[in-house]
């Protein structure tokens, strides 16, 4: 209730003071475009290489891991030898833990890569429709907003602003 209060006020203000509002979607207008699809596909297949790898070594891991259970089955492994490959394994799956993490943080740092230049084309296309149309504000309606009018949408501004050749 006391956000729609807010929201009220603030639409109030906008009537009485003349002030201009818009809003955006962000998570719609990213849907839409062209280079989010690229960014997209170009992620799938950097994450879908990144999980080869991964599997490669977890394959690796229990082919190493059943060949010494075999092993210590059969009674053919000295005291030495069994900590040596116990050691091992221990050292393998290690590593796979650890490129695990490095797999997430480098799939992160490659999402945020190609995903900040498009961010920065969209708040640049949002700050000149700002500034051309006069808007006091543009709030991002993906993000907690309760009710708003399509009346007060510019994403097809920014969609034709982001399509304008340079």
Do not use: W
């Not at 075999?70 to 040596?84: D, M, P, Y």
């Not at 799939?107 to 006091?136: S, T």
């Amino acid at each position: 209730m006391r956000s729609l209060f807010i929201v009220s006020m603030v639409l109030s203000s906008c009537l009485l003071f003349g002030q201009k509002y818009g809003h955006i979607n962000s998570r719609n207008l990213l849907d839409t475009l062209n280079e989010t699809k690229i960014i997209a596909a170009e992620l799938s297949t950097y994450e879908k290489a990144l999980t080869e790898t991964g599997e490669k070594m977890v394959l690796k891991f229990q082919t190493n891991l059943e060949a010494y259970r075999t092993e210590v089955a059969a009674g053919n492994l000295t005291a030495i030898r069994r900590k040596q490959l116990e050691s091992e394994l221990e050292v393998e799956q290690d590593a796979i833990g650890k490129y695990q993490q490095s797999a997430k943080e480098s799939l992160e740092k490659r999402r945020n890569d190609l995903l900040n230049p498009l961010l920065a084309k969209i708040d640049l296309a949002i700050d000149q429709i700002a500034k051309e149309g006069g808007y006091n504000m543009i709030f991002d309606s993906s993000v907690s907003m309760l009710f708003v009018t399509d009346a007060f949408d510019i994403s097809a501004m920014v969609i034709s602003k982001l399509n304008t050749p340079k």
